[in-house]
């Protein structure tokens, strides 16, 4: 498999997936504090804390922004969000999610979670097949 001169973008959205997870274990919490026999007022306050992450969940999610991912075969050219980055050697590919892990140019590493319904599918598939592409021919 060869990669084409061209440049590739990707749109990386918000996972719906990851909130539904997040916010089932939320609901398994809460209702695990609700039948334990601890003190009332220690069940409350627990409680509320739960409720209140569960609502700080669905507003991050609310307000996350897209990710934009570009890369430039030509160049071998990586760019997150505006800033070069370099592709480390090992990624996580499966058919259902990616975590891409990068090395910004300041040394600092950056992992970016790639679920299936964060971008269309086709552009699932063609984001995979450029990450083992490009890591086989390292």
């Not at 507003?59 to 969000?81: C, E, G, H, M």
């Amino acid at each position: 498999m060869t990669v084409e001169d061209s440049q590739y973008k990707y749109t990386i959205a918000p996972s719906g997936f990851m909130l539904a997870f997040s916010l089932f274990i939320t609901v398994v919490v809460f209702g695990q504090l609700f039948l334990m026999p601890i003190l009332l007022w220690f069940k409350v306050v627990a409680m509320l804390l739960v409720g209140l992450f569960g609502a700080l969940l669905i507003r991050k999610f609310r307000t996350a922004r897209v990710n934009q991912l570009i890369y430039r075969p030509s160049s071998d050219q990586w760019i997150l969000d505006g800033r070069a980055v370099r592709l480390q050697s090992n990624q996580f590919v499966t058919r259902n999610l990616i975590i891409i892990y990068f090395i910004a140019n300041n040394g600092k590493k950056l992992t970016q979670l790639v679920p299936v319904d964060t971008m269309p599918r086709q552009q699932h598939i063609s984001l995979r097949k450029l990450l083992i592409s490009c890591c086989q021919s390292r």
